[in-house]
């Protein structure tokens, strides 16, 4: 279909399915097992009822926000850090980071990216924020390497180690599919080829995460990198508490998009289990959210709930099949949803966005 005619995230998707090779399709859309997770990731939000306000002057509203006190951006939203976008476009990485300074969107460049981060960030204004997503290499040499390559680029404004992938998911569609391409991953050094066990891509680039990788060694990042650090991947009030103690500057609460560990709680349950059982957590560090979010009421609700930002991962590989034009398209739609859900509700910036103007009654008991 024409991209004027894409009207949200779910006509990207479906649009992805039908045009994309079949084994990127497997990849990219997988989740681990029976996908419970991946399905209730974004279900779990249309529980979540707003206590909209009314007769509040909305003519306009500014949806700005900054991100670890240090990344000015346009909006709440950034692209979650994710392999191999070359599988969908030849300019990969690249072409979401053409995108995203245009639009002034904050992209995390995963460790498993098809370019390696010396070739993406160049591509955005010297001015223009990245994060970088980082996962432990068994061989620490080689990490300890990345880590200060990432370092020594000052438009990467921060690391999220990634936490909740010490082993990779068991993702069927993908094993199932074999791959008929060999690739590469500079940055991590893996390819995707096939194995034995079948072609999971996933798990065959994913072999040289340290799974041996724990809270003490939080330190041994934090001495060769001395910027903002934040863990993606907790899932739980008792480990939000923990990366506080352990001094890093941010979580994400994340699952993985469904892809690690099947009925892991989705992600704006956990969000809201942290808001409930260790409050204190958001006034001494930042949280951020990713999985499922397929809409602006998504994105406010998770807002609401103390999200600093959301991340979206799919939904950006999915628009990436149109090119920079797509994702450029991808963000004005999110762009326009988030402001409408703002005015509807009664808010004229990220500041107003508080937990009482959502309902969570619906889920209380969970
Ligand atoms: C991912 N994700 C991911 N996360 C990470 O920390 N490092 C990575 O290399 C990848 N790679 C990756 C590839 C693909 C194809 C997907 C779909 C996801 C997870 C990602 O950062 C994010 O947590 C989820 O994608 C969020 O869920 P949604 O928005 O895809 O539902």
């Known amino acids: 279909p024409a991209l004027t005619s894409i009207l949200n995230t779910h006509d990207f998707a479906h649009a992805a399915q039908h045009s994309i090779p079949a084994k990127t399709w497997a990849f990219y859309s997988s989740a681990a097992t029976d996908s419970h997770t991946h399905a209730a990731n974004t279900a779990m939000y249309a529980r979540i009822w707003f206590r909209p306000r009314v007769l509040r002057d909305v ?41 995203c300074a245009r639009k002034g969107v904050l992209q995390c460049i995963s460790t498993s990216a098809s370019f390696p981060a010396s ?11 990245f994060f970088f997503q980082l996962y432990i290499n068994s061989n620490r040499a080689k990490c300890a390497a990345l880590i200060r390559e990432i370092a020594a680029m000052p438009q990467i404004r921060g690391i ?10 068991k993702r069927e569609a993908d094993e199932r599919i074999r791959a008929d391409e060999t690739l590469h991953a500079p940055m991590s050094g893996q390819q995707a080829k096939n194995d034995a066990k079948g072609g999971g891509m996933g798990r065959v680039m994913g072999r040289y995460i340290d799974p041996s990788f724990h809270w003490e060694e939080i330190a041994w990042v934090r001495g ?21 103690e352990y001094g890093v500057q941010g979580i994400v609460v994340s699952n993985h998009g469904g892809r690690c560990l099947d009925t892991s709680p989705p992600s704006i349950l956990a969000l809201l289990d942290i808001q409930r059982n260790a409050p204190e957590v958001f006034d001494k560090m930042e ?65 107003d966005l508080h937990p009482g103007m959502v309902n969570t009654a619906d889920v209380d008991h969970l």
Request: proline fraction near 6%.
């Open 160 to 169: 999220m180690i990634t936490v909740d992938a010490p082993v990779v998911g």
């Open 59 to 99: 003519s306009s509203v500014s949806i700005k926000a900054r991100f670890l006190g240090c990344a000015a951006v346009d909006m709440p939203i950034y692209v979650a850090p994710a392999a191999m976008a070359r599988m969908v476009h030849v300019e990969g990485e690249r072409a979401i980071a053409r995108a």
């Open 287 to 351: 949280v951020y959210v990713d999985g499922g979010i397929r809409r602006g009421t998504d994105i406010v609700k998770a807002l609401c709930l103390g999200a600093t930002g959301v991340g979206l991962g799919r939904p950006f590989l999915y628009s990436l099949a149109y090119g920079t034009e797509g994702v450029e398209h991808l963000i004005d739609i999110l762009r326009d949803e988030i402001e409408t859900t703002m005015r509807l509700l009664g808010a004229n910036s990220l500041s």
């Open 224 to 244: 060769l990198y001395s910027g903002p650090l934040m863990l993606k991947g907790v899932q739980t009030a008792a480990d939000a508490r923990m990366a506080v």
């Open 119 to 129: 070739q993406i960030v160049p591509v955005a204004p010297p001015a223009h924020p």
